[in-house]
């Protein structure tokens, strides 16, 4: 863990390794927030060292709702990573996108209810008295949400640049009334583990970016419902894809600039630094270690 690794994949439904990684080895990390869903797989692409973490577990034994996000991102800033990217399966809400086509969005809303949206300002963790207000105008990275485009549209995907996503909470599939309304909103796909990982990622002044392969488009077919058996049909395509563009989105990432949302903290805590006790910058210096000297 003494060398930082730079690039981290978060992977969602269908994606429990990395077959890409060489030389790899497991690290099983504890956090202030808890254990992260599993080990985190370190390895090397193209000379480039990656960091994997399978979001549910590598047996899909976690649903949304029961996800320790705060613990699965802290573990990622534990190991250095600047670029964060998240692969996740969702639905269409819109009739012009279809199943196994794969969006990086670049708008998202949050209908999630039940999750812990922050690091700070939580007396169960001992960030009570640290307030932190990030800029969400922009909820994925714009630089690293074209690499990710990019990627895929380099190894043949169909891929689709922007859109807007919305999560909810899960783990069961939204009813057509509430997919109808998320619809009229000007909703693109639905999914359910975005929030709070882009909130926490800006937190925790990663650039994130989602590679959103869509599974199915229930809301235009009357005779249809969104099961378990439509989503996995149509997952090995996309799967198969999103592997070849991860690959392609290290390379790219080789010279990547620092980006501004690396200094996110600079402006976002509101808290007086000498109200934060050297006892908090120990125990989270990976999130606010540096702002001691700020």
């Not at 990573?81 to 009739?95: D, H, K, P, T």
């Not at 922009?138 to 891929?159: E, N, R």
């Not at 109808?180 to 882009?198: L, Y």
């Not at 799967?239 to 990432?253: C, D, K, P, T, Y």
């Amino acid at each position: 863990m003494n060398e930082p690794i730079r690039i981290g994949v978060l992977g969602g439904s269908g994606v429990y390794d990395m077959e890409a990684l060489t030389d790899v080895r497991e690290l099983t990390l504890e956090t202030p927030f808890g254990a992260p869903s599993g080990p985190y797989l370190v390895g090397n692409i193209q000379g480039q060292r990656v960091v994997f973490l399978a979001r549910h577990g590598r047996g899909h034994t976690i649903s949304p709702s029961r996800l320790n996000f705060r613990a699965n991102i802290y573990g990622f800033k534990q190991l250095g990573v600047e670029y964060l990217i998240s692969v996740n399966a969702c639905g269409s809400l819109q009739r012009r996108y279809k199943a196994e086509q794969i969006m990086v969005p670049d708008q998202l809303y949050d209908h999630t209810r039940l999750r812990n949206l922050s690091f700070f300002n939580d007396p169960d963790v001992g960030t009570e008295n640290i307030v932190c207000h990030i800029s969400l105008a922009d909820p994925f990275c714009p630089s690293l949400s074209k690499v990710c485009y990019q990627a895929l549209v380099d190894t043949g995907a169909d891929a689709i640049a922007g859109g807007n996503m919305i999560t909810i909470e899960g783990p069961r599939f939204s009813t057509k009334f509430e997919s109808r309304t998320f619809a009229s909103w000007g909703t693109d796909v639905i999914g359910m583990t975005t929030s709070p990982e882009a909130q926490l990622a800006r937190e925790a002044e990663m650039s994130f970016a989602v590679m959103a392969h869509i599974t199915d488009q229930d809301i235009f077919d009357e005779e249809a419902t969104v099961t378990v058996e439509v989503v996995l049909g149509h997952m090995e395509a996309n799967i198969r894809a999103v592997r070849l563009a991860l690959v392609r989105a290290v390379e790219l990432l080789e010279d990547a600039p620092h980006s501004p949302f690396h200094r996110e903290l600079d402006s976002a805590i509101q808290s007086g630094r000498n109200y934060i006790t050297d006892e908090q910058y120990r125990r989270f210096s990976h999130l606010i270690g540096r702002l001691k000297a700020v």
